[in-house]
């Protein structure tokens, strides 16, 4: 059995455990894709899981801007593909953990653009719908400081509008 074929039978392995648990399965865990991945509006979260006895040294792991490159030590690329979207790759990480019979490398993508869902990991893969995600809730300290001051912004206007108060001028110059 290739080392690929291996890694997608023990990622369907991980989604029935997922599943018999209660556990919805990372969106966009794809039927012929050797990983399953999950996301925020900030990063895409990819996990694979390899053989026991892996170690650190055998990752190969490299992020370009639009590209995604992961491999173990002496075998073929498990990913060498271009990626969906834009990632930073300075920002971008990988870990390895024990699970089970085997261990999980975790791949961390930073999104470049932070306010998009991605559809897949990489050009090619299974397509999820975007618009069936339920986002999680935000806290106003986790939106850029522009984006925070729209919405600090619209909540003063809803409070003065249900208060029957004026409401906050626009930041636009407006001529008489």
Not at 49 to 68: D, I, S
Not at 72 to 90: F, K, T
Request: aromatic share 6%.
């Amino acid at each position: 059995m290739r080392l690929a074929e291996m890694l997608l039978e023990m990622a369907q392995l991980v989604s029935a455990e997922r599943a018999r648990a209660g556990r919805k399965p990372p969106s966009g865990a794809g039927a012929r894709a050797p990983y399953t991945w999950s996301q925020t509006l900030r990063d895409v979260t990819v996990l694979f899981l390899v053989p026991a006895g892996t170690r650190a040294k055998f990752v190969q792991c490299e992020f370009r801007a639009n590209h995604l490159r992961f491999a173990l030590s002496g075998q073929h690329p498990i990913i060498d593909a271009p990626l969906h979207a834009e990632v930073i790759p300075g920002e971008c990480f990988w870990q390895m953990e024990d699970k089970g019979a085997g261990r999980e490398v975790t791949l961390t993508l930073t999104k470049r653009n932070q306010q998009n869902w991605w559809a897949c990991v990489c050009q090619g893969d299974p397509l999820i719908d975007t618009s069936k995600i339920e986002p999680e809730n935000s806290k106003l300290s986790d939106l850029d400081s522009e984006t925070r001051a729209m919405v600090e912004k619209m909540m003063f206007d809803q409070q003065q509008k249900a208060r029957g108060c004026p409401q906050a001028r626009s930041s636009t110059n407006r001529t008489s």
